[in-house]
């Protein structure tokens, strides 16, 4: 057993500073909704036995499901590394694309949920999303801050593994590379 070491001359100093006005908690007895009773002696309750039913010894709270971790720009969870550096470099096959130019947020949105949709729907992996740069806020465009949160949202999140800026002859910061998840062979 280790000996107990024995406090510098400035520590005790310092814990008598530090609890000088620390006081004790008074607990006060529990009080019953039937005092009197509490009063009388007698013989002392028993507990109810607690259910032994398997069911309800099992039984938990469902845990809710849990939500897929958030993307940012050429980072997801679940994307090898190799991949996401072929996609941030622009350098997988753009199989279709969508141009938001002219679109106010509610229809961009519409757009954008049908367009990557229909696209998972037929197999395609990597799609371009144009969102333009924007001019009305120093930060950029309402739809360039708006399409990576849609993304994120679902129905479209279960569909998106990643997305990145794309290159600057592809449309730059105004323009996302998206990779949309594989689509499995369903069983019948």
Not at 44 to 57: E, F, G, V
Not at 138 to 165: M, Q, T, Y
Request: aromatic residues 4%; positive net charge; hydrophobic residues 40%.
């Amino acid at each position: 057993m280790a000996e107990k070491r024995k406090p510098a001359p400035g520590e005790s100093a310092l814990w008598r500073a530090v609890t000088r006005d620390v006081r004790p908690i008074k607990r006060e007895p529990a009080v019953s909704a039937d005092a009197d009773e509490a009063e009388k002696p007698g013989p002392a309750r028993k507990k109810a036995p607690a259910p032994t039913t398997p069911a309800a010894s099992v039984r938990k709270a469902a845990a809710p499901p849990r939500a897929a971790p958030a993307i940012t720009h050429g980072r997801a969870a679940g994307v090898d590394r190799r991949t996401l550096d072929r996609l941030r470099r622009g350098q997988l096959a753009i199989e279709a694309e969508i141009d938001l130019h002219g679109h106010y947020r509610e229809s961009a949105h519409r757009a954008l949920s049908a367009f990557i949709l229909g696209q998972a729907e037929t197999g395609r992996r990597c799609v371009r999303v144009v969102t333009g740069t924007g001019f009305t806020r120093e930060g950029g465009g309402v739809l360039r801050d708006a399409v990576p949160r849609w993304l994120n949202e679902a129905p479209l999140r279960e569909h998106v593994l990643a997305f990145s800026h794309a290159r600057p002859d592809d449309g730059g910061a105004g323009a996302l590379y998206v990779l949309l998840r594989r689509r499995r062979a369903r069983r019948q």
